[in-house]
């Protein structure tokens, strides 16, 4: 479909956190969203290119704030394939994500930058990358997960000095309890990085104390942290606690007992989570041995772990995260994509512009079958994926 002509998705239903309107027209000119209302109160213009949104249902674009690979390829090991990787994302209804890299050296950090900084090719089609997500180095050993300790360090200002939304950094996750890292969370936050806690052996005050300087978000809730305990709550208890803190959380049913994902939607559903695949090269493949960072990860089924069991990243898709969460808390649709569409784009200062089906928002949506299945991905006002197309 054309980009210059207006696109009117006609006859759908609209679910978003805010709103539902059934039989509803949506008119958009250019990359934004220019008109929403039911269908008897929207005329068509006349000039419009119409996609039949009858029995589907039109939601924001899903928004995946850690990404690693997918389609057999690593974000961390080559960082240049940023674009072709991204580009496979529309299949699973993803408009906007932070591609991830993971601990290794610097320098592949900035390789990912540069990246980032060059700006996709220009066939490109696929979903805005927002930024990266640098996942380390500045982990603690004791909870590296699948993170190389050869390349874990302390924290250095001097080493972020250029680490910005502007240059391509978003969002930083490393462990508040280690020397210097309450320096560099605060110049980290100052700048407009999104400063996450994970990897971390942090102790509640600990935690308190990096969330005070500026920690705002929490890399994969449960896993590489230690455990809740009622008399040390440690780094759950902290960011579950304190309003200020967005919470990640992977809701594959493996990474975190379904049943825990309910108590946590409970506690913070109401705007504070946000679920993340944590996806690795694996995504999109079949069974078999793939890269993430320096190691080996062998996938069977859903499963991804390193040799000696650990989990490593995880095979799930943003439209699967999306089914989950409605499957293991009873949740509306609505309340499920709060998750993955608003509250994502409030924790990255994007609310303005992203999460919403309404005037004057992004033309990032998607269009889904009455079972939560991606059937159409609209991008700056482009479809760029249909099911069947």
């Not at 902290?238 to 990474?255: S, Y």
């Not at 109401?270 to 999109?284: E, K, S, V, Y």
Request: proline share 7%; with cysteine.
């Amino acid at each position: 479909m054309s980009n210059t002509l207006p696109l009117c998705i006609t006859d759908t239903t609209i679910i978003t956190p805010i709103t539902t309107i059934s039989k509803a027209n949506v008119i958009i000119r250019g990359s934004q969203i220019e008109s929403v209302a039911p269908a008897d109160q929207l005329p068509i213009p006349h000039e419009a290119e119409i996609l039949d949104g009858r029995g589907l249902l039109l939601a924001p674009g899903l928004i995946d704030l850690q990404f690693n690979g997918a389609f057999g390829g690593d974000l961390t090991h080559d960082p240049a394939n940023l674009w072709q990787i991204g580009a496979g994302l529309v299949r699973y209804g993803v408009t906007s994500f932070l591609p991830t890299v993971i601990t290794s050296p610097l320098n592949n950090v900035r390789l990912a930058l540069s990246t980032w900084l060059e700006g996709p090719p220009a066939d490109y089609a696929g979903p805005t990358p927002l930024g990266w997500h640098v996942e380390g180095p500045y982990l603690n050993p004791e909870k590296k997960g699948a993170h190389n300790p050869l390349y874990l360090r302390k924290p250095s200002l001097k080493e972020v000095l250029s680490w910005s939304p502007e240059m391509g950094v978003r969002l930083v996750t490393l462990a508040p309890e280690l020397p210097g890292a309450l320096d560099v969370i605060a110049a980290l936050a100052e700048r407009g990085v999104v400063v996450s806690a994970g990897h971390s052996m942090a102790t509640f005050e600990q935690a308190k104390q990096g969330i005070n300087a500026g920690i705002r978000y929490a890399t994969h809730l449960f896993n590489a942290m230690p455990a809740l305990h009622h008399r040390e709550p440690a780094l759950i208890g902290a960011v579950l606690a304190d309003e200020r803190v967005t919470i990640g959380l992977i809701p594959d049913g493996l990474h975190v007992h379904p049943s825990l994902v309910k108590v946590v939607w409970r506690l913070a559903g109401d705007g504070r989570l946000n679920l993340i695949t944590d996806a690795m090269a694996a995504l999109g493949m079949a069974d078999g041995i793939y890269s993430l960072g320096s190691f080996d990860v062998h996938v069977t089924g859903n499963r991804a772990t390193l040799e000696d069991g650990t989990l490593a990243g995880s095979i799930l898709s943003m439209d699967q995260a999306l089914r989950n969460l409605i499957e293991f808390t009873g949740c509306s649709p609505a309340e499920a994509l709060q998750n993955i569409t608003t509250t994502p784009a409030m924790l990255l200062g994007l609310a303005r512009q992203k999460g919403q089906v309404a005037p004057g928002f992004d033309a990032d949506l998607v269009l889904l079958t009455p079972d939560f299945r991606v059937h159409t991905t609209i991008i700056s006002g482009r479809v760029v994926y249909e099911a069947n197309g």
